[in-house]
């Protein structure tokens, strides 16, 4: 059995990505916050919910997704019964560190997932706590595995690596966004505009994993002498398309 304590944004789409993608729902107990968010993902999913963290009690491995100001709290309820479990945080403030100094001898890691969980086609960081074994970290990359791509770092990386796969949706989002507003600006539908913004980013992602050439030798496949593509790409140069996306980074980074 596993419990999730949290199932806000990031621990919605971790469970979702584990049911939609052939974790066994009767394995996942959820202890939710106030709001009837769990609830309502219990009713698609078919979980089991709970209302307090120690009927957690007969899982082995716990999520906690609660953000910062929740954190402190969850551990020292959990720090009762979770002696024998391993113990995985994604609150994005959260380091091995802090997790052991209310946990003690419990075996915790620190991980940030990214949306596209929910999916199935996540990009996880993690970080484990020295005591956990190769086995312990199968047994994570066993459950994480349903939701797409899971790599240990060292903590140091650790917070880097969550601002480019983790924040970096919203980032990609966003550009879909004002790509989809230009193609409407010159006369497309919107449905039309955004199914091809769309298409465009899952299918240059795909190129961009499958093909030997690295992403600037790809880009220098779309760019015709003379056309209207290097035009565009000049355009992105002289707004400082590259240096905001840089800019981007070293602001979550902040
Ligand atoms: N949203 C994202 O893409 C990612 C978020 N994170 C981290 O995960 C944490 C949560 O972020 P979000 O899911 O975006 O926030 P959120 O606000 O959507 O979710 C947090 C959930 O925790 C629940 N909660 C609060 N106290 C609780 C308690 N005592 N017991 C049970 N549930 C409780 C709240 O009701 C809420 O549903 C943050 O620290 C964030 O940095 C990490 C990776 C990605
Ligand atoms: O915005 C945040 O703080 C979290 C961390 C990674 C994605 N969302």
Redesign the pocket.
């Known amino acids: 059995m596993i419990g999730f304590?949290?199932?806000?944004?990031?621990?919605?789409?971790v469970i979702t990505g584990l049911v939609k993608n052939g974790f066994n729902a009767d394995e996942i107990i959820v202890?939710?916050?106030?709001?009837n968010?769990?609830k309502l993902l219990c009713e698609q999913l078919g979980f089991q919910m709970v209302k307090k963290?120690k009927q957690l009690e007969d899982t082995d491995v716990i999520f906690i997704?609660?953000?910062?100001s929740?954190?402190d709290?969850?551990l020292k309820e959990l720090k009762e019964i979770a002696s024998d479990k391993l113990v995985v945080a994604?609150?994005?403030?959260?380091s091995v560190a802090n997790l052991k100094k209310i946990l003690g001898s419990v075996k915790v890691a620190h991980a940030?997932?990214?949306?596209p969980v929910k999916v199935g086609a996540g990009f996880t960081g993690i970080t484990y706590s020295e005591d956990f074994t190769d086995e312990d970290k199968k047994k994570i990359g066993s459950i994480l595995g349903y939701t797409g791509q899971l790599v240990e770092v060292p903590e140091n990386q650790l917070g880097i690596l969550?601002t480019v796969a983790?924040c970096s949706?919203a980032f990609l989002d966003v550009f879909i966004e004002a790509l989809s507003d230009a193609g409407v600006k010159h006369g497309l539908d919107r449905k039309l505009a955004y199914e091809a913004a769309i298409g465009m980013a899952i299918g240059a992602s795909k190129l961009a994993k499958q093909s030997e050439l690295n992403v600037s030798a790809l880009k220098d496949e779309v760019t015709s002498p003379g056309g209207s593509t290097i035009r565009g790409v000049a355009a992105l140069e002289e707004y400082g398309f590259r240096n905001a996306v840089i800019k981007a980074v070293d602001a979550a980074e902040d």
Request: net charge positive.
């Open positions: 304590i949290g199932a806000g944004s990031i621990g919605g789409a202890k939710g916050g106030s709001s968010r769990t963290i997704a609660v953000g910062a929740a954190i709290g969850v994604f609150t994005g403030s959260a940030i997932p990214n949306t969550g983790g949706p």
